[in-house]
C-alpha cells in the first residue's frame, strides 16, 4: 500500500485567507485526487491533480478558488483561496498507483473558517 | 437520487453482533469500494470489488454485478469497529473516479 501524509492536519483560518494542503505519497503513483467533505455529507470529487499541467476540475469546482499542482509523481497541492464559512470542511488527497488500481488516502485536513 | 445509496444510515450494535451494510448502485461499474473513516477524517479503503466475495479478518465484502448491490458485513463485531463505513463505486468512463456513499455510523456497544 501507499502512505500518503497531508499538511496541516487541521487549521482554523479567518474569512478572506487563503490556505495551501500539501499531499506526499511515499512512492510514485499515476493519479492523484483531491476531495471535500462538508460537515454531514458525503466526500465530493474536487479535482485530479494532473502531473505537469493543468488539474481537471469537476462540475462546481473552479481553478480560481482551488488551484491544485502536481510538480512530480509523489506530491499535490490545494490552496483554498478566499476563505469563507461555507469551506469548512474535511479535504482529503488520495492517490492510485497504476499497477494496483486501488486508491489510497490521506489522513484528511480539517478546515474551520470562521 | 444519489446515484449511490447505503442503508443503514446509522446502526447501533451490541459487541459481538454480526454486522451487515448495504450499498446499491444504478448503473455498471468498473469498481466497488468499501471504506471506513474514523472520527478524525482519515479514511482507510478496506476492499476493491468487481466481482464475487471477498474477506479480510472478520470483515467479508461481497458484490452482485447483476443485482447492483454489495454488502459489507462484520463478524464478531467489537468496539473498535465503530466508524462510518462508506461505499464508492468507480465507472469504465469515468478515469478512477469515485462516487460516494453517504455513508453507514456504525456504534459498536461494549
Known amino acids: 500500500s501507499a502512505v500518503i501524509s497531508q499538511k496541516p492536519s487541521r487549521d482554523i483560518c479567518q474569512r478572506g485567507t487563503s490556505l495551501t494542503i500539501q499531499c506526499q505519497v511515499d512512492?510514485?503513483?499515476?493519479?492523484m485526487f483531491w476531495y471535500r467533505q462538508q460537515p454531514g455529507q458525503s466526500l465530493t470529487l474536487i479535482a485530479t491533480?494532473?502531473?505537469?499541467?493543468?488539474?481537471?476540475?469537476e462540475s462546481g469546482f473552479v481553478i480560481d478558488k482551488f488551484p491544485i499542482s502536481r510538480p512530480n509523481l509523489t506530491f499535490s497541492t490545494l490552496t483554498v483561496s478566499n476563505m469563507s464559512p461555507e469551506d469548512s470542511s474535511i479535504y482529503l488527497c488520495?492517490?492510485?498507483?497504476?499497477?494496483?488500481?486501488?486508491?489510497?488516502f490521506g489522513p484528511g485536513t480539517r478546515l474551520t473558517v470562521l | 437520487k444519489n446515484e449511490v445509496e447505503q442503508s443503514p444510515q446509522n446502526l447501533t450494535a451490541q459487541e459481538g453482533e454480526f454486522i451487515t451494510i448495504n450499498c446499491s448502485y444504478s448503473v455498471g461499474i468498473s469498481a466497488l469500494h468499501w471504506l471506513q473513516q474514523h472520527p478524525g477524517g482519515g479514511i482507510v479503503s478496506l476492499f476493491m470489488l468487481s466481482s464475487g466475495k471477498k474477506k479480510h479478518g472478520r470483515l467479508i465484502a461481497t458484490i452482485n454485478i447483476q443485482e447492483k448491490h454489495s454488502s459489507l458485513h462484520i463478524t464478531a463485531s467489537h468496539p473498535r469497529d465503530s466508524a462510518v463505513y462508506i461505499c464508492a463505486v468507480s465507472y469504465p468512463q469515468g478515469a478512477q473516479k469515485l462516487v460516494f456513499g453517504q455513508g453507514t455510523r456504525l456504534t459498536i456497544n461494549p
Open positions: 488520495s492517490a492510485i498507483r497504476h499497477s494496483y488500481n486501488e486508491q489510497f
Open positions: 491533480a494532473n502531473q505537469g499541467s493543468e488539474a481537471t476540475y
Open positions: 512512492s510514485q503513483v499515476t493519479m
